[in-house]
């Protein structure tokens, strides 16, 4: 609780030598009671901080060492004002100032102005009262699901006839965090078991040894511990990162990466694979990021002695859940670490095959730790979202810092290591072919082995919910020597610095594409779409066709196979064939997440030619549309019946189904919460409403439910004058 009895005097309050009011907009005599009696001063700010209040365990904050205000992006907040009169609605006015100011640096802030107002809407900063008592005064505050985060400090602006007045709430300062909770929030995931491990859980697992013999060791990440979150935050002011670019989670966890190693910043831990640590701690001896980040923090940046994979792998997550980004350690066994760019690890030998040490600079290493977080990537083409890679052990240079990532994992898996950020290294840590060389007595080199599946095994990360170790190879790669595994390895050997290792196709002469007829397929009934293969060679083309079918989120974050297969494909001459292709309705209706995307993805391989054939596409099956009718014809101050049909296109009850109306001159929504509907039921809504406005005006509903959907429709509805 914060209390001032701010004057008008222009400067502070002798009770409260940290509020400033401001010169009123009327003019007033200071200090006489007629003006102490009009002006509306604030008392006092409860910011309902308290661990166990309803702010704090909303926002799913309530484990944070901090008794200050820790609140989510997204979300609403509750806070009391009290005033040193009644507040009046018809003549008073009230308005939040934030401001984002950094504290270490001379980076530019953010000043955020929150209005009052009568209804809150989404996407906007506002507030509203809820309660009024006396002369206090309940809010509730809303927030952006994009704001930045950081420590936000608070001033409350009060607006009377007298005059206007800032009450600052300092050290009252509020905590933004990134919101896992929110659908709007681009690290949106949406398993509560999976918050409750990723952002939540302080204790995890990280797993080191070789692939024969795992071990595993616990980690306390700490990231609710005191003077972490102050850590972490003042480890982002390190960055020299522009606070607008606090909001992007791509952004964050790509510094956050570089600022966790020493090597080309002012970061956390310095590395050591040395066998001495004098001067500092063991790498094995760490066993959680708190005491590591509360030391650099209260040393004002010296950097801590001394990390190795896990340690940064330890850290990173430490910070980034810790900030609200869902993140886990994984850990890559027979982790390879190309440092040509060849996408390949690649072993030279001399005529009598004996290594040449001095020509071999790639390695690899018997484990390697990184992290996973989840996020969107509305940088990059669809299906890039979800589990991206970041770590923080400095090993090559990405645009000039020693940092790696965020590099989505799905990316890897498909070779396509054109895609930001750092996709080829990651690719070649977990599926690159360790080559053998052998010098020739030119001087030239031969490749004279290959070995496909000794890189990338048993990349391993702490399950869900349990201490047991999860095995997530199969997310990096598909199965070693399987076509798909080696079509992402030539794929990705294209954009390496050694682009002609494999054998490429002797002609490119088959195209492959995916028809949709017409606006596509509805929701309920099954998905039909055509694969065309044209082959304009003289010669017959035969090719083994893998399909795959994977749900996705509207923001391209890719959830679960729904179905694969194999289509054998023969071609005449100059023949066009077209594949008939069905996805049926059972098959996805347990699959399908928000407004029911899918990705279709067809690989495959020319035998005669070893071309690879290769093309994604995404469709959405349409939902219906709601069909409103005016039972009469619509008249000034007369009541109208409009009547709204629903059909429910699936075979699975709806529950909890929620109508929204608005427009025809409609000050605010209408909400309708019906309840369930039966599978492939009808329902029809009949409602009245009075036109208050003449003229052309349209009539605007929606459907709501978990299941379902993207449902609305519209009626143009002309209003006659009485």
Known sequence: MSSSNPSTTGGPSASNPTAVPLTPYASTTAGTSAASDKLLMVRSVDLLKSKDGQNRLEHHTDAYFSDKLIVRRGQTFQMWVEFSRPFNPKSDKLQLQLKLDPIFSSNPGI??????????????WEMKIVEQKDKRVRLVVNTLPTASIGRYRVTVESFSPRGRLLFPCTPNDIYMLFNPWCEDDPVFLDNEEERKEYVLNSMGRIYYGTEQQIGARTWNFAQFEQDVLEACLFLLERGQVAMTEWRDPVIV???????????????VLMGNWSDSFEGGTSPTAWSGSGDILRQYYKSSGKPVKFGQCWVFAGVTASVLRCLGIPTRCVTNFSSAHDTDLSLSTDIYLDEKLELIKDETSDSVWNFHVWNESWMTRPDLPAGNGGWQVVDATPQELSQGSYRCGPTPVSAVRNGQVDLKFDTPFVFAEVNSD??????????????????????????????????TRMDITHLYKYPEGSEEERIAVETASRFGSKPTLYLLPTDNDVSIEIVMDGAGPRIGEDAKLSIVLKNTSSKQRTASLLYEVMVMYYTGVLKDTVKKDRIPVDLKPQETKTIPWTLQYKEYMNHLVDQGALMLTVTGRVSQTKQILATQFTFRLRTPNLIIKPLEDAVVGKELTVQITFQNPLSQVLKNVLFLIEGLGMQSIRKIEHGDVEKLAKVTLMEKFVPTVSGSQKLLASMDCRLLTQVHGFADIVVKPE
């Open 111 to 124: 000043r955020i102005s929150v209005p009052l107002v009568d209804v809150l809407e989404d996407g906007r």
């Open 434 to 467: 360790r080559i053998y060389w052998q010098k020739k007595p030119d001087g030239s080199f031969s490749q004279v082995h290959v070995e496909k599946n000794s890189i990338g095994q048993h990349i391993s990360t702490k399950a869900v919910g349990s201490d």
């Open 253 to 267: 966890s790509r510094m956050v990466s570089a600022l966790v190693n020493t090597n080309d910043d002012r970061g």
